[in-house]
C-alpha cells in the first residue's frame, strides 16, 4: 500500500530556512501528483505546493511564491519542500499528500497522506 512518510520539520527563527522530505513507497503507477499542505494552529488546511511528475510542473500558493521550491528525486521516491525566509505565518504541520495523474487544487482529490512534521517559526 502507498505510505508516506514525512521529515526536516523543527523549529527555526524568522528569516530562516528548512527543506522538509516526504519519501513515498508502494506505488503502482509512474504518473502521479504529489502535494505539500499545512494547516496552522485554528486555520483550516491549505495547499502549498505541488508537483506533477510526469511534467514536473508545479504549482504554488501565493503566500510562498518566491520563498518555497518544491522538487523530486525520482530515484529515491522522494519529495522536497525547501522553505527560505520563514516567517512566524509559516508556523503549521506540514504534510505530503498523492494523487494518481495531474494536481488538482481539490485537497479532496488526494488519496493518500503522511503523518505530517511541525514547522515552528519563531520572531
Known amino acids: 500500500r502507498v505510505q508516506l512518510v514525512e521529515s526536516g520539520g523543527g523549529s527555526v527563527q524568522a528569516g530562516g530556512s528548512l527543506t522538509l522530505s516526504c519519501s513515498a513507497s508502494?506505488?503502482?503507477?509512474?504518473?502521479?501528483?504529489m502535494g505539500w499542505f499545512r494547516q496552522g494552529p485554528g486555520k483550516e488546511r491549505e495547499g502549498v505546493a505541488s508537483?506533477?511528475?510526469?511534467?514536473?510542473?508545479?504549482y504554488y500558493a501565493d503566500s510562498v511564491k518566491g520563498r518555497f521550491t518544491i522538487s523530486e528525486d525520482n530515484a529515491k521516491n522522494t519529495v522536497y519542500l525547501q522553505m527560505n525566509s520563514l516567517t512566524p505565518e509559516d508556523t503549521a504541520m506540514y504534510s505530503c499528500?498523492?494523487?494518481?495523474?495531474?494536481?488538482?487544487?481539490?485537497?479532496?482529490?488526494?488519496?493518500?497522506w503522511g503523518q505530517g512534521t511541525q514547522v515552528t517559526v519563531s520572531s
Open positions: 508502494g506505488f503502482t503507477y509512474s504518473s502521479y501528483c
Open positions: 508537483i506533477y511528475t510526469h511534467t514536473t510542473h508545479t
Open positions: 499528500a498523492t494523487m494518481y495523474g495531474p494536481c488538482t487544487p481539490n485537497i479532496s482529490s488526494f488519496d493518500y
